[in-house]
Protein backbone atom coordinates (compact mmCIF):
# COMPACT_ATOMS: atom_id res chain seq x y z
CA UNK A 1 0.00 0.00 0.00
CA UNK A 2 1.18 3.49 -1.11
CA UNK A 3 1.95 5.93 1.82
CA UNK A 4 -0.75 8.43 0.75
CA UNK A 5 -3.28 5.28 0.69
CA UNK A 6 -2.16 4.35 3.93
CA UNK A 7 -2.57 8.11 5.04
CA UNK A 8 -6.16 8.35 3.40
CA UNK A 9 -7.46 4.98 5.16
CA UNK A 10 -5.71 6.04 8.48
CA UNK A 11 -7.99 9.31 8.45
CA UNK A 12 -10.85 7.96 7.70
CA UNK A 13 -10.86 5.96 10.72
CA UNK A 14 -9.66 8.58 12.67
CA UNK A 15 -13.42 10.38 11.28
CA UNK A 16 -15.11 7.48 12.60
CA UNK A 17 -13.42 7.56 15.96
CA UNK A 18 -10.77 4.79 15.41
CA UNK A 19 -7.12 4.77 15.01
CA UNK A 20 -5.31 1.86 13.53
CA UNK A 21 -1.53 1.76 14.87
CA UNK A 22 1.31 -0.12 12.87
CA UNK A 23 2.44 -3.53 15.17
CA UNK A 24 3.47 -2.18 18.81
CA UNK A 25 5.41 -3.92 21.11
CA UNK A 26 4.38 -4.00 25.27
CA UNK A 27 6.98 -3.54 27.66
CA UNK A 28 7.03 -4.50 31.22
CA UNK A 29 7.87 -1.48 33.91
CA UNK A 30 8.52 -2.17 37.50
CA UNK A 31 7.13 -0.05 39.69
CA UNK A 32 9.15 -1.43 42.79
CA UNK A 33 6.68 -3.44 45.59
CA UNK A 34 6.40 -6.67 43.65
CA UNK A 35 3.94 -4.58 41.29
CA UNK A 36 4.60 -4.09 37.83
CA UNK A 37 3.11 -1.76 34.80
CA UNK A 38 3.08 -2.51 31.41
CA UNK A 39 3.55 0.39 28.60
CA UNK A 40 2.52 0.58 25.36
CA UNK A 41 4.70 2.89 23.28
CA UNK A 42 3.16 5.18 20.73
CA UNK A 43 4.22 5.63 17.33
CA UNK A 44 6.20 9.44 17.49
CA UNK A 45 4.64 9.82 13.82
CA UNK A 46 0.90 10.72 15.24
CA UNK A 47 2.51 12.56 17.93
CA UNK A 48 0.37 15.92 16.69
CA UNK A 49 -2.73 13.13 17.78
CA UNK A 50 -1.32 12.35 20.84
CA UNK A 51 -0.98 16.21 21.62
CA UNK A 52 -4.41 16.73 20.93
CA UNK A 53 -5.94 14.07 23.00
CA UNK A 54 -3.21 15.25 25.87
CA UNK A 55 -4.66 19.08 25.57
CA UNK A 56 -8.58 17.98 25.67
CA UNK A 57 -7.81 15.60 28.48
CA UNK A 58 -9.54 13.03 26.26
CA UNK A 59 -9.99 9.40 27.42
CA UNK A 60 -9.81 6.37 24.57
CA UNK A 61 -10.56 2.76 24.84
CA UNK A 62 -8.21 0.63 23.64
CA UNK A 63 -8.26 -2.76 22.16
CA UNK A 64 -5.55 -4.80 21.72
CA UNK A 65 -5.63 -7.73 18.44
CA UNK A 66 -3.42 -10.45 19.70
CA UNK A 67 -1.59 -12.53 16.78
CA UNK A 68 -2.72 -15.87 17.17
CA UNK A 69 1.19 -17.45 17.24
CA UNK A 70 1.13 -15.87 20.46
CA UNK A 71 -1.50 -18.64 22.29
CA UNK A 72 -0.34 -21.64 19.85
CA UNK A 73 2.54 -24.09 21.72
Known amino acids: MSAEK???FM???IDRGYLMLPE???TRMSVGGGRGRYL???P???GKIWEELWKKNAK???FI???SAVFKT
Request: aromatic share 14%.
Open 6 to 8: RKE
Open 11 to 13: FEF
Open 24 to 26: RKI
Open 40 to 42: LYL
Open 44 to 46: ENH
Open 60 to 62: VDV
Open 65 to 67: DVS
